[in-house]
């Protein structure tokens, strides 16, 4: 999930939040017969005899107005499922461009290569690589899944003195963030790193 759609995902959950607290609010202080009584009375149900008028008065077009908020509140949630999957991917990466011609380069076979260099070392199980950011500010997320038995510093060795400044100097890039997410798992024993 790119941060975009975190950033929905907090105030969508904030919005709802709110309402769930007025609505709430609403119910005890209904409750505890804070209201004037000719308004919402506190014995009688939700849908009291004026609520049932108002239904009858406006029956035609009122149901297609309910009906019509219905779609919409289902295609907001629809939008908000499909944007879930999102990721925050760069596209082709533009090294060079001038005279002599352009050089772009394809940010997938950068990352899986960066993957292989990680994973080459033999207290690393798996790694994976994909680079975010826009074409400005690139930044590249690691994912590495590490022998438990090998020393920490081995793999921050493997990531900081030799994938991450090769991967820098193949985009010819003086700075690239970089985050990376290692997991520990036990290795079998023909990959166990003593």
Same mark, same amino acid.
């Given at each position: 999930?790119?941060?975009?759609?975190? &950033?929905?995902?907090?105030?969508?959950?904030?919005?709802?939040?709110?309402l769930?607290?007025?609505?709430?609010?609403?119910?005890?202080? &209904?409750g /505890?017969? /804070?209201?004037?009584?000719?308004?919402?009375?506190?014995g009688?149900?939700?849908?009291? =005899?004026?609520?049932?008028?108002?239904? %009858?008065?406006? +029956?035609? @077009?009122? @149901? @297609?107005?309910? %009906?019509? %908020? /219905?779609?919409?509140?289902a295609?907001?949630?629809?939008? @908000?499922?499909?944007?879930q999957g999102?990721? +925050?991917?760069?596209? =082709?990466?533009?090294?060079?461009?001038?005279?002599?011609?352009?050089?772009?380069?394809?940010?997938?076979?950068?990352?899986n290569?960066?993957? =292989?260099e990680?994973? /080459?070392?033999?207290a690393?199980?798996?790694?994976?690589?994909?680079?975010?950011?826009?074409?400005?500010?690139?930044?590249?997320?690691?994912?590495?899944?590490a +022998?438990?038995?090998?020393?920490?510093s081995?793999? &921050?060795?493997?990531?900081?003195?030799?994938?991450?400044?090769?991967?820098?100097?193949?985009? =010819?890039?003086?700075n690239?963030?970089?985050?990376?997410?290692?997991?520990l798992?036990? %290795?079998?024993?023909?990959? &166990?790193?003593?």
């Amino acid at each position: 999930m790119n941060r975009k759609t975190a &950033r929905g995902n907090r105030l969508g959950l904030l919005i709802m939040g709110l309402l769930l607290i007025l609505l709430g609010g609403y119910t005890l202080v &209904r409750g /505890a017969y /804070a209201l004037p009584q000719h308004l919402a009375p506190a014995g009688e149900p939700l849908v009291n =005899d004026p609520v049932r008028a108002a239904f %009858a008065r406006y +029956d035609p @077009w009122l @149901w @297609w107005v309910i %009906a019509a %908020a /219905a779609i919409v509140l289902a295609l907001f949630g629809l939008r @908000w499922l499909m944007v879930q999957g999102r990721r +925050d991917r760069l596209g =082709d990466f533009r090294l060079e461009s001038g005279s002599a011609g352009v050089t772009d380069v394809d940010t997938t076979t950068v990352a899986n290569a960066m993957a =292989d260099e990680i994973g /080459a070392h033999p207290a690393v199980l798996s790694a994976s690589a994909s680079m975010t950011g826009s074409r400005a500010h690139p930044a590249v997320r690691l994912r590495v899944v590490a +022998d438990e038995s090998a020393p920490m510093s081995v793999i &921050r060795e493997q990531l900081g003195d030799r994938a991450i400044p090769h991967m820098r100097q193949a985009l =010819d890039l003086e700075n690239m963030p970089a985050v990376a997410k290692v997991s520990l798992e036990e %290795a079998s024993p023909s990959r &166990r790193v003593l």
